[in-house]
């Protein structure tokens, strides 16, 4: 194909803003698909995204176009995830584009990730074409939309293209923008090879299958390559591209996408935005690789049976290769066992890791409460990284301790602007901008990320009744007066149940934690406390009763002092037997409380 026929393109958007269903309909103009493999949502090849609604995987496609004038085209199609726990897959896909489709809801609008992932586009160079989508419906204001786009992101909206995606109602006008406003792959076909890995899966009889995007030279079957970062050889046993299937090619010319096979057993050996150069021919300089994702939420997952150990660490290692934005590192729990620290980039993307370790590896795991890390000034000088409250020092050693904030968009209409903002003052969040974007309103705050982990977006998605959305960056880290809450049972501290918290919501906190432990911890012959504390300082307490023996059964009538004696005994037995007796805490008593189950 020749590469001024060629166009590589994204497709980039808020969440359900209609990118999959937009791909769904483009495969079926240009007829890549046959009516037998038709579905929806052909690009979410994951079990998972098909029953959740939403895209994780970001899927590249191949297919051919022929324009008004004649012309026959080659499109690589991307489709990209929307939510901002899968950013990291929007960057790298964007890394093998010159150009983006970025749809925007012609009822909803310009929202927060809209912004998010066309700033992504324009930074990269990207030339951006506006798609305003979901024209078929009752509320739709096109007029709206583009004006929107122009104020809030500062994108023309000469070019922009109408469409349902739904009805397929001027998806052939989408096409041709594509043609006419989206720039040709620049490249030398016969330079040395030069190839940026943007993606890469593990398969049990091919080895590592890595994506790549071809910018100098070519890549055949027999040829020799090596990796730039590594200096690993390789010899080339398949190449090809997707149809959406992997699809064996003689050959991959500049500006064009598909995928090779090296027999790479060992998954160390390819890194996703590594170079992919020649041996036996001079190739120019590294392609710039991409940015490494920074884990912002930390979760502990450990396997139910522990001799499944070995098989989680495996299973990670796997997934890390198609999922290059989380880390992993081991870790032992006294109330867990083995398991490993994982490293994450929201509550979405660890929810996402963990349903696929179980279906893909089969795998039974338990995930513990997520968390963020805490960066811990000492006396002594020295910095401590946090991210398990029970490695905090003892108070009387620390100097601060500081925790990430974030810079907070929330974007909602003006009538729902009050409870919003007392729902993020509550987080502790400071106000930094409010701006009015005609019909709709954006909050600008910086908040502790901690603070918003939780229970934020859904509390926020009911105040606004489903209209709000939400987008946040990371800011830089902040003292604050945090401290470190333990947990005492039968006045033994547990280090595995103590938590971080702000001093103001340190009882909140204390409280629901020892309230739940008091529920799930088996009664004994003796009455157990439960407390929560802050250094040497009792903040809550729960009780669980004892079982109690009715001595008095036997006792009919006679003097009361017989009574009282009996009744003396029994509580002198029982203080013995709390001051020799230790309470074993099972291990469901420690989920109940570390799991990250509501």
């Known amino acids: 194909m020749v590469r001024m026929k060629i166009r590589n393109f994204s497709i980039i958007a808020h969440v ?20 037998r493999d038709k579905r929806d949502q052909m690009l979410d090849t994951l079990d998972l995204e098909r029953e959740r609604g939403i895209t994780i995987k970001a899927t590249p496609m191949r297919l051919y176009y022929t324009s008004d004038a004649g012309d026959t085209y080659l499109f690589n199609l991307i489709d990209t995830p929307g939510h901002v726990d899968f950013n990291y897959e929007v960057s790298r896909a964007l890394r093998a584009c010159e150009g983006v489709l970025l749809v925007i809801d012609a009822a909803q609008g310009v929202e927060a990730q809209t912004i998010q992932n066309a700033y992504l586009a324009t930074d990269n160079g990207l030339e951006v074409l506006p798609i305003i989508n979901k024209i078929d419906l009752p509320a739709a204001d096109v007029a709206g939309a583009i004006a929107e786009l122009e104020e809030v992101i500062g994108i023309p909206g000469d070019h922009a293209v109408a469409t349902s995606a739904k009805t397929g109602e001027n998806v052939r006008a989408v096409l041709e923008g594509i043609v006419e406003h989206l720039p040709a792959p620049q490249g030398d076909p016969d330079a040395g090879l030069r190839a940026l890995i943007f993606d890469a899966v593990y398969d049990a009889y091919q080895g590592v ?46 500006g064009e996408v598909g995928w090779f096979t090296a027999g790479i057993k060992e998954i160390a050996d390819t890194q996703i935005g590594d170079t992919v150069n020649s041996v036996d021919r001079s190739a120019g300089a590294a392609i710039p690789g991409f940015k490494p994702a920074m884990p912002v939420v930390f ?13 989680l660490r495996e299973a990670l290692e796997k997934l890390r290769l198609n999922d290059a934005a989380f880390s992993f590192e081991p ?72 925790e990430p904030w974030v810079a907070l968009s929330v974007f909602l209409p003006e009538d729902y602007v009050g409870a919003a903002m007392g729902l993020v003052q509550e987080k502790r969040g400071t106000l930094r901008d409010m701006v009015y974007h005609g019909r709709r309103v954006e909050l600008r705050y910086h908040v502790p990320f901690g603070e ?27 003292a604050g007066d945090l401290v470190k809450v333990d947990v005492l049972v039968n006045e033994e501290k547990v280090d595995a149940l103590s938590i971080i918290a702000h001093r103001d919501k340190a009882y909140e906190m ?28 009792i903040l809550a307490r729960a009780t669980v009763k004892a079982f109690r023996k009715d001595v008095l059964a036997k006792c009919y009538g006679g003097d009361i002092t017989r009574k009282k004696k009996l009744l003396e005994k029994q509580k002198k037995g029982k203080a013995r037997m709390k001051q020799l007796g230790t309470v074993e805490v099972p291990q469901e008593a420690f989920l109940a409380v570390l799991s990250s189950e509501p």
Do not use: W
Request: include cysteine; glycine fraction near 8%; hydrophobic fraction near 40%.
């Open 16 to 35: 359900d803003h209609g990118k999959s269903t937009l791909a769904d309909r483009i495969l079926e103009l240009t007829q890549t698909v046959s009516d």
């Open 209 to 254: 299958i890595a994506f790549i995007r071809v910018f100098d030279g070519s890549i055949a079957s027999g040829d020799t390559v090596k990796i730039a970062s590594t200096g690993k050889v390789l010899e080339i046993d398949k190449v090809g591209f997707f149809s959406p299937a992997p699809t064996v090619s003689e050959r991959l010319s500049v």
């Open 299 to 311: 979760s502990g997952l450990y396997p139910t049976d522990t001799e499944d150990y070995p098989k």
């Open 331 to 402: 870790e032992t729990s006294e109330a867990l066992g083995f398991g490993f620290r994982c490293g994450f980039l929201g509550l979405l993307h660890a929810d996402i890791v963990q349903a696929r370790l179980e279906r893909e590896f089969d795998l039974s795991l338990i995930a513990t409460a997520p968390g963020v890390v805490y960066d811990v000034v000492m006396t002594d000088g020295k910095r401590l990284r946090v991210q398990n409250p029970s490695e905090l020092p003892a108070p009387d050693r620390i100097e601060t301790i500081s």
């Open 452 to 478: 918003i982990l939780y229970d934020f977006h859904d509390r926020l998605k009911s105040l606004s009744r489903g209209y709000a959305s939400m987008d946040y960056q990371p800011l830089e880290y902040r």
């Open 510 to 537: 204390g409280r629901k934690v020892v309230d739940k432990m008091a529920e799930v911890i088996p009664r004994q012959m003796f009455v157990i406390p439960v407390q929560a504390a802050i250094g040497g300082k």
